[in-house]
Every structure is written in C-alpha cells, then in structure tokens.
C-alpha cells in the first residue's frame, strides 16, 4: 500500500477482531476483571461528536486494561422508554417501538465503525420485555421488603395531554409540548423510600474518591442535610382538630423576628379551609396553577391569604402572629408550615413588604446598628454577626453558633426539639404514560392493592394502542387493564401507570453482568464482575441518575440481587465536556438569525461571498445548526482521525473544539505515521550507537503514555506520542532497534487509533493481533536519567539536538553531532572550523 487510506483498513480490522472474539468479556476467575461502563444513550436516530468523545474515553480504558492482563467488560445498551418515542407516534403515527427500534438500529450501524471494544453480545434496550420484566420482579420483592408504598401527591397535571409532567417539563407555567396551563393536582402514586438512605446516601460520598468533587457537592446539596427546630405554635380561633400548627425551622435563632405564619395550599389545614371557606377555596386553586418545582415557586409572585387564624409565640403567649396560605411553601418538605423572618430571608421579606407585616432584625452585622431594612439581611451561616433579638442577648457569634444555642434553650425550655432534617424527598415514580415499564400491581376490590404473580411476568405492553386521543392508551385498552386477581382470581384492573423512566437507567449497570439470565442478576456474575470499576457520563446527570443508581444498588443489596460490596456501585466517575463548535449565522431583513450549516462556509463566508458571523466554541446543536455528523468526518478522514482528534485537543474533562483543521492536522499525522512504519518496515541497516538512546526513548514513552491513560490525561498521552514520533522519525538508530520501536509505537497507540494500530503492528511484523498483545512493560533500567540532550549551536545559533549517555567520550559525541542531518547541510560536504563539545552542556560548530 502506497498510502495510508483508513477506507480500505478499517473494516477489515473489524472483521479480524470480531472474527477473534477479542472483545467478549470473559468470567476468568485467574484474571482480574475490569468493569468499563459509559452512560448508555437515549436513542434518537444519530450519533454525535459527544457520543465519539464519550465512547472513545471509555475505548482507550478498555483497551488498555485488556493489554494490561485484564479480564474486561465493556458492554452497551439502549435507555429506551420515554417521552419522545410517545410524542413521535402522535405526531408522525406508527408506534413507539417502530420508532425505538429503528433508531437503535441506525445508531448501533453509526458506532460500530469507530471500531470500538464493545461485547455486543450484551446489548440490550431497556423497552426489551426481558429486561423490563426483571425489573418489574425486583419491584415486587422490594415493595414486600417495605422499599415502596404508595400515598396522595401533589404533581404537575397538563389538562390537555393528561399526563403528569416534571417538573422541567413545565415551562412558564404551561406544558411543555400542549401549551396548556398546567395545575397542580393531587394524585395516588408509587415512590422509593429514598428519604430512609439520605443520611447514608450523604455520608457515604466522603468514601468516593474516585470522583469528581463536585459531582459530590452537588450530590451533598441535592440530599440537602440540614439540623433544626421542630415545634408546634397552638392555634387561636382554628377549626376543631388544629389546636397546635407543627412547624419545622433551621433558623430557630431567628424565632424573636417571627411576624407571620404560613401553610402550604397543600396543607391539612389548608384543605379543611378549601372546603369551608369560599375565599380559601379560591386561593387554593389560583396556587394549584402553578408548577410545584421549588424554581417555580420561587420565580412566582409571593401571595398568601390571610386565614383569620392566629398562633401563640412559644415565649409570649401574648404576642399573636396571623397564619396564612402561602403559594410558596412546599408541602412535602419539613412540615408543611412556616414561620416567617422577613428580616432575614429575601421570600418572607416579599411576603411581608406585600402585606405590611413588621419586619425586625433579630441580627445585624458586626458593627452596625439596628435600622430599618430596604431588603432581607441573609449573611451565611459561618458569618459572625451582633443578635439584637437573639437569645444571648446582643452576643456576637456566626450562625452556626446561634443555631446551635437555639435549639439548646428550645429544648431546655420545652419548646420543640432539635431534628435533622433532609431535603431529599422521595421518588415518585408513577407517570401516566404509556412507552414505559408497566407497574406490576393489580387493583382488586376485594383484595386490595396487590402484586402481580412472578409467574405472569413479564407484564408486556400491549402493542395495539393508538395515541389520537390525548391521555394514557391503557387507560383505555380492556383487554389489557381488566385481568383477574392473582390473589382471589375475582375480576381486577392492572395499575396503568408505568414507571419513571430514571428506574430504567438505574440498575442497568448490574444487568449488564448477566444480561440474559432469568432472575434480574446473576449471583456469581454480579460478584465477579460488580463494581463497575470506571464509568464515564455527562456532568448533566450528576445528580438524579447517580443518585437513584446508588439507592437502586441499596435496594437490590436488600432484596438480594446484589452483592454487599456493591452498595456503591461505581469506583471511579469521569465527566467528560463536551464538543464544541463554531456558530455561523448571517440576519435577514428584520434582523433575525439565519444558521448555516460548517460545510456551507469557507474562510468566515458563503458559496455566494456573504460573510457569516462567527460565535466560537458553542455546543453543538440541531437548531444551531453547528453540528458536525461523525459518519461524514468516518467517511472523509476515518474513524481513528476521530479518535485521535476527539482525545488529543484538550484535558478531557474541559470542552474541545471541533475544527476542519484540527481534523486535517490529526489526519495527517496519522498518515505520517503510517509512511515511517512503512520505511521502518523496508529499512535495512547495522546496529548503531543511537539504539540504545532510542531504547531509552521508547521506555519513556511506555512509562509517560501509561501514565497518561490511567489518569484520564489522554491529551497528554497522545502528545507524548506526538514527542515519540518525532523521536523516532529523527533517530539514527539501526533498522531492528528502529521496528522494535514501531512495534511499541502501535502497541501505545492501539487505545487510540486501533485500526492504524493493527496495520502498523502487521508492517513490523508482530505476532497476531496488536488488540491482544499484552501491554509494554519499560525496562527500569532504561529509564535512569542516565542521558543528557546537548543542544547543537552552528554559528552561535541553535539548530539541533542530539541525546546521549552522559558518560559518553567527546570524540562519540563529535560523530553523532557530524553525522546530524542539520550540520550536514550546513557544512555541505565539508569540515568544520572547530567543533568543541562541552561536556553535559552544549556543542558548538563553527564554519
């Protein structure tokens, strides 16, 4: 071959390794076993420069890890129920799994050409009936063993779709795809017992390393552990059964600038009130208007409704505060009811600007003087600050401090008692859908609630549904939703409520142990090869998903479909960025963007000469049109220029630009290094004494290349490798020397750019397949700083280098400087003047 010419190499080395089995994982118990997972995708139809990146990172791991002797798995699947299968069946016709499927087919056709190290033979896609029907089991044995229930929840109801929407799903208030007001509307639905593991959950992340810190804040905040003050006003002119208001509060220091209480519309209370007071009534339904996320209500209007009720201070029985209805108080965190500081919280300070309730400071800050306030006065809690109104009189002391003395006298006093408290709820699952994992639960109305029998699993969505009318399709399909009690065999309905599809990607880690087994896991499987060892994923996903796959591993541990050791289920987590790409956009006549594809602009402008404003370093979007389609640059450069591009430009936890001249420039090293295995390949020659410097050179790039993988420093690596090449395409080495190096050379790259790998690796001659050679090892000995580089002057001005063994004789040193191909052109076929070496230092040439 005269050229390098991934087109006609690439799949052909695909070939050779499925052919070889190279990538099925292997239960070797004489091995160790690594376990590679990278977030497995939502199959929309296309591969993205994201996907590349994200599936490469996990390649190069795998790949190594193999090389190093180890037994790995590194498998894929399909995230595959949701929404957007649903959305295209109505809005295009057909079904949901047509859509699926056939987008699974088309991205698993896309991936496959990057030649990466995946055991297909564990594919599988969530909306598989085998899969969701073990998942379906798992959810009988843990609502026995007490991890589910079911209660009344408040949820985000589109009237139109008639669906129950998250909370993102709600935008300003509308839905997201109807439009339609969205109201709050209290509904029967399923949870996980999350809230039971917050405090493990929490303080297991002091033991997880490997991960990023702030993947661990971020977990920490959302688990939200707060200690405070539960305790209970008694009610003045309440209805029957609410003579006491219980409330909850982590700033019982604030407790002497109470000036008002208030409920949640969602409150017992509240609900008493609805129902006997026109007024109540109507407030309570303004506030069910409203999204329940905490941002929503947050962004809302602050407004209550005074409810003619008031509370007793707990340490003046005289001082009365009025209790109102609040839009802003979540029923589902703490108590439902609050007491509010104005002073010292921005929302209260609104609500009582608002009302013309009083506003007193009970703290200020160090120095200062009570005055009145323009707004809330919020310091943090580890600030020190001077209580005007606190319990110590006017002692100056941080938050924390104060807190802490609060509940002390609380206590001390009778007044409530100190809780911690979490601001982790559970997890609703229930959603009103029907391209989901159906809930296994019969409803019998004489037996109640009951699970379905194992025996019937898996409980199959039925495929003749149609979606032209809004709603849930099994609400209305009777061959489907009636059945017969599992229990009593008297007529039932099934549950029609399938499950979020966050319970899908959360134990899909563990199924990929076994994934055709006949329970959920397999014991021995799951102990061989859980924990995954090293799972890679988008930062977006830092919280809910890697925190329900680390209650679901609890879960399962319990109902005993994990091992115990693998109650944290990933060792070590990456976040890669993201790809990266200039926006092109010229206006039209009313100044509005028009986006233009990359390959429709040359040099900053269009076919037709219009220039294009340029946006740099955008993420890559559809509507933005700065895309790049993997399988256009797979077919104009090869899946390795790809590869290589996608790990070398930057650290691979920050963003890479994607750029036609960094994708050229990666090519054309890439065929660089082709040519010289070539030459290396043809090359005859005698042994020199440049071979042991390029021994040692190759023992450097060994130890820095592994060095480099292993601390996801992959950008490094690579650029080691640049040197290497560099190194080698120079070296005056003899010809055996030269393929030794070559032959370590596609070793070191085959994480990387394994096609290019297996070709050079079969030039020079290796044994079998570069993909199951074992990984170099450096010779220590090699790698004693036992060498010096002297810069070559010619004239006073440096133009080359030559690397040597410190102890080597001046006269040696004069042969290897003579015989450079920089003092050879400079001389021209004669002497030099003078050429003085200077010993660990420098060689001088004068001409």
Not at 637 to 644: L, Q
Not at 804 to 825: C, G, H, T, Y
Request: hydrophobic letters at 40%; proline letters at 7%; a negative charge.
């Amino acid at each position: 071959m005269s050229r390098y010419d991934p087109a006609a190499t690439e799949s052909r080395w695909q070939a050779a390794w499925d052919e070889a089995g190279v990538f099925t994982a292997r239960h070797d118990p004489s091995r160790p076993k690594y376990y590679v997972l990278e977030m497995f995708p939502y199959p929309s139809g296309r591969i993205h420069m994201g996907h590349v990146r994200n599936y490469t990172m996990g390649d190069v791991v795998a790949r190594q890890k193999a090389a190093a002797g180890y037994s790995v798995l590194h498998p894929m699947g399909w995230d595959a129920f949701g929404m957007p299968a649903e959305n295209a069946a109505m809005e295009r016709g057909g079904h949901p799994k047509d859509w699926t499927y056939g987008n699974i087919a088309d991205m698993r056709a896309q991936m496959k050409p990057l030649g990466l190290s995946i055991d297909w033979s564990r594919e599988f896609a969530t909306c598989d009936p085998e899969y969701y029907g073990q998942q379906q089991a798992m959810f009988i044995d843990m609502l026995e063993a007490g991890l589910i229930y079911r209660k009344n929840a408040v949820v985000n109801w589109d009237p139109v779709d008639m669906t129950v929407l998250a909370n993102e799903q709600v935008i300003d208030g509308k839905g997201w795809r109807s439009n339609a007001p969205v109201e709050r509307r209290e509904l029967t639905q399923w949870f996980f017992r999350i809230s039971d593991y917050a405090g493990e959950l929490l303080e297991a992340l002091d033991r997880l390393k490997d991960w990023p810190e702030k993947v661990r804040l971020m977990q920490a905040n959302w688990i939200g552990q707060s200690r405070g003050l539960q305790f209970a006003f008694s009610t003045v002119n309440a209805p029957e059964g609410f003579d006491r208001l219980e409330v909850y509060t982590t700033r019982p220091d604030t407790l002497l600038g109470a000036s008002f209480a208030a409920i949640s519309p969602d409150h017992p209370l509240a609900k008493h009130l609805e129902r006997h007071d026109a007024g109540a009534a109507e407030f309570v339904a303004e506030c069910r208007r409203v999204g329940t996320s905490e941002e929503a209500l947050e962004k809302a209007e602050k407004k209550g409704f005074d409810t003619g009720i008031r509370v007793r201070h707990p340490f003046d029985t005289a001082w009365e505060l009025p209790v109102y209805i609040a839009n802003f108080i979540l029923m589902d965190y703490g108590t439902g009811a609050i007491f509010g500081c104005p002073a010292h919280d921005q929302r209260d300070f609104e609500f009582a600007s608002k009302y013309g309730l009083p506003i007193p400071p009970v703290f200020v800050a160090e120095g200062t003087e009570e005055a009145p306030l323009t707004e809330a006065f919020v310091p943090m809690k580890s600030e020190r600050v001077a209580y005007v109104r606190g319990f110590a009189g006017a002692e100056i002391q941080t938050g924390e401090e104060a807190v802490a003395a609060a509940i002390d006298f609380c206590e001390s006093k009778g007044v409530g008692r100190g809780v911690t408290n979490y601001r982790l709820r559970d997890w609703g699952i229930s959603r009103q859908r029907y391209w989901g994992c159906p809930i296994p639960v019969i409803h019998c109305e004489t037996c109640g609630v009951v699970p379905e029998a194992k025996e019937n699993l898996p409980v199959r969505l039925p495929d003749d549904v149609t979606f032209d009318v809004p709603g849930n399709p099994l609400d209305r399909h009777p061959t489907w939703r009636d059945c017969t009690c599992p229990k009593c065999g008297a007529k039932a309905r099934r549950e029609t409520d399938t499950m979020d599809t966050f319970v899908d990607s959360s134990w899909y880690y563990a199924r990929f142990t076994a994934p055709r087994a006949t329970t959920p896991t397999d014991p021995e499987e799951a102990d061989y090869w859980m924990n995954v060892d090293q799972y890679i994923g988008g930062i977006e996903h830092a919280i809910l998903h890697l925190l329900y796959s680390r209650f679901f591993a609890r879960a399962m541990q319990k109902t005993g479909h994990l091992p115990a050791k693998a109650i944290e289920p990933f060792n070590a987590l990456f976040t890669q960025g993201m790809v990266t790409h200039e926006i092109y956009l010229t206006r039209d006549a009313a100044g509005r963007p028009v986006y233009h594809l990359p390959e429709d602009v040359t040099d900053g402008k269009l076919a037709d000469g219009t220039p294009v404003e340029i946006i740099p370093s955008a993420k890559m979007s559809k509507s933005k049109k700065n895309v790049v389609d993997p399988m256009n640059i797979i077919s104009q450069f090869g899946a390795d220029t790809a590869r290589w591009f996608v790990m070398s430009d930057s650290p691979p936890e920050r963003d890479v630009e994607w750029t036609a001249s960094g994708a050229e420039a990666a090519f054309k090293h890439l065929g660089r290094v082709w040519r010289l295995a070539d030459e290396i390949a043809r090359a005859e020659g005698a042994p020199t004494a440049e071979d042991v410097a390029l021994d040692r050179a190759t023992a450097k790039a060994i130890a820095e290349v592994t060095q480099g993988i292993e601390g996801f420093a992959f950008n490094k690596a690579i650029a080691k490798l640049y040197e290497f090449t560099n190194t080698l395409s120079r070296s005056g080495a003899g010809a055996e020397a030269k393929r030794r190096a070559m032959r370590t050379m596609a070793q070191l790259m085959s994480p990387m750019v394994p096609h290019l790998a297996e070709e050079v690796w079969s030039m020079l001659g290796g044994e079998g397949l570069v993909a199951q050679a074992p990984w170099p090892k450096a010779d220590p000995a090699l790698l004693v700083d036992d060498m010096v580089t002297l810069p070559i002057q010619i004239n006073g001005k440096r133009r080359a280098e030559v690397t040597v063994p410190k102890d080597m004789a001046a006269s040696e040193v004069e042969k290897l400087v003579l015989a450079d191909e920089a003092v050879q052109r400079a001389l021209s076929g004669g002497a030099p003047k003078k050429l003085i070496v200077v010993p660990g230092r420098i060689v001088n040439v004068v001409i």
